[in-house]
């Protein structure tokens, strides 16, 4: 790696050079730009990269750079190299070139590095109920007695408040952005069925919560069967009841409808945001777990039984799997059937429409799940990304795979694109940001 720094290093000042060596004659080079290559193939943001080609002015004014339509700085340009910078969170995908009013794109993509970092939110590890800062905080996703508990409810609304559903605890909790966590709806310890604002409310199993783009949480409760909307201010109000127990639970706000899994019975239903009775989108699913709905009405949904994930096309409702090969378990990343997920069980998405996978959904948690990760699946490609933790079981804060989850069950992402997860058997939301 250092002799590869040293090498670009002494290109790029070859190239300078050669910059101030060019005739003003040659500074508007005519005829449409060609990428010939470019080097290095992967890097992180600062990372210079040296592209060649053809028909590259020397006027740097005059030409642009981008890659997923976001510039890179242009160092400098000698009519055949162009040096460019790369900017935070770029992401992958080829690089075009834009002069003389014409544009081209390389013929490969640039690999975008990541630095993600994983960090604990809230929890200390040690289940019970607290409220407080931090590690000062306690949940109650598991424990020794109740390992069948299991919870995918996490979601975060547009003012980075994110909500956890907290079966143990019979409540669901929030987190403000500061990471102070309080009651929001449900009297904890208290398992029932009541509506109301804040502790007069009751929950049963709260499993699957959701959050529109006005701040109003969805959530579904197996053990009452029922579909509760809470607006901003911890009010619960019951809107309808599931056709069968329901567990994971998404929304559409443009469509004004949800979403919901019923996993034992392999279904999916729709509801009006507004409430009223549920219709059947699909059934002939294999325990459906996490649901996720992307911004052009398509369903997404973990079928933790078959240990794939699989896409519901909006209008038509045909299902289709996208990654995944349906009755393999395992570990591995590819794009589509080449990847393997184990027991798959929390969905997110992202604004582009990248797909987030929490990757533990045994009845335990079990430790010897071959996945106890958070994958990333590329929207469009359906490539299997590695996105923080490893198959390993653990509990440590670090970089991306070297990262340890203990049954990762639940995972949402918030509009600047930091990922939250429900930590099951560590009995912590644990928060990923990427630079």
Request: net charge neutral; aromatic share 8%; with cysteine.
């Amino acid at each position: 790696m250092h002799k590869k720094i040293c090498v670009l290093i002494m290109i790029a000042g070859l190239l300078l050079v050669g910059m101030g060596s060019c005739k003003k004659k040659d500074s508007n080079l005519s005829g449409a730009p060609v990428i010939e290559g470019f080097l290095p193939a992967e890097g992180k943001s600062k990372t210079e990269i040296l592209i060649n080609g053809q028909n590259f002015p020397t006027d740097t004014s005059l030409i642009a750079v981008t890659v997923n339509g976001i510039p890179l700085k242009i160092v400098g340009s000698n009519g055949h190299q162009i040096m460019a910078i790369v900017p935070k969170k770029m992401g992958s995908g080829p690089i075009v070139v834009t002069a003389n009013g014409q544009s081209a794109s390389s013929a490969s993509s640039f690999s975008y590095q990541y630095t993600r970092t994983v960090t604990t939110l809230a929890g200390n590890g040690t289940y019970g109920y607290a409220n407080g800062k931090g590690t000062d905080a306690r949940f109650h996703f598991t424990d020794p007695a109740n390992a069948w508990l299991r919870s995918m409810g996490i979601a975060v609304d547009q003012s980075l408040n994110v909500y956890v559903a907290d079966p143990g605890n019979n409540c669901i909790r929030k987190i403000d952005s500061s990471g102070n966590v309080t009651l929001f709806a449900g009297s904890p310890g208290k398992s029932g069925m009541a509506d109301g604002k804040g502790p007069l409310a009751q929950f049963s199993i709260p499993y699957g919560v959701a959050v529109d783009k006005s701040g109003n949480v969805y959530s579904v409760d197996p053990g009452n069967w029922d579909i509760r909307k809470i607006t901003p201010d911890g009010t619960a109000t019951t809107i309808g009841w599931g056709a069968g127990a329901p567990w994971g639970i998404a929304v559409d706000t443009s469509a004004g409808t949800i979403y919901y899994t019923c996993t034992d019975a392999g279904t999916v239903y729709s509801m009006p945001t507004n409430g009223g009775s549920s219709t059947k989108i699909v059934d002939g699913l294999s325990y459906p777990a996490g649901i996720t709905v992307d911004k052009d009405g398509n369903i997404y949904v973990a079928e933790n039984g078959r240990h794939i994930i699989t896409k519901i096309a909006k209008g038509t409702r045909t299902t289709s799997v996208i990654a995944g090969l349906a009755d393999n378990a395992g570990y591995a990343n590819g794009v589509g059937a080449a990847a393997r997920f184990s027991y798959p069980w929390g969905l997110g998405i992202d604004k582009a429409g990248n797909l987030y996978v929490a990757g533990n959904g045994t009845w335990d948690g079990n430790a010897s799940n071959p996945d106890q990760s958070v994958r990333m699946i590329i929207a469009g490609t359906w490539e299997v990304i590695p996105f923080a933790g490893s198959g390993s079981a653990g509990y440590l804060d670090a970089l991306g795979t070297a990262a340890k989850f203990a049954a990762p069950t639940g995972v949402t992402v918030d509009k600047e694109g930091i990922v939250y997860v429900l930590d099951k058997n560590n009995n912590v939301v644990r928060k990923i940001v990427s630079e």
